[in-house]
């Protein structure tokens, strides 16, 4: 783990608060590229926050999420030949994220 370039975790664990890193993030250090494919709660995970901490570059999975749906939605649309604006996307993911954590929060 420590001579990888790049460390991709495509494991549900850091979904849910408390559920931790699926690896040490003691083994991460600068020069590294560490791709959480976790989005929403908690925000950051645990792994992106460690990864943070001993100098990495850290990517949550929501770039990915929204880069997905905007590809389908593309696809789909590929007559009308227009491109999904990804920004659109993102912020709408970023309020619909920020309404679920708050409704986590309050009960």
């Known amino acids: 783990m420590r001579e990888a370039h790049l460390i991709v975790n495509a494991t549900p664990v850091g979904m849910r608060p408390g559920s931790g890193s699926p690896i040490s993030t ?53 007559e009308a030949q227009l491109r999904t604006p990804r920004d659109v996307m993102r912020r709408a993911a970023l309020q619909q994220l920020a309404k679920h954590n708050h409704a986590e929060v309050t009960g």
């Open 26 to 78: 003691e083994w991460l250090g600068a020069g590294q590229v560490v791709l959480d494919m976790v989005y929403g709660t908690p925000s950051p995970t645990d792994l992106v926050i460690g990864a943070l901490e001993r100098g990495s570059v850290a990517i949550d999975g929501l770039g990915m999420l929204v880069a997905q749906g905007a590809t389908a939605i593309d696809i789909w649309n590929a």
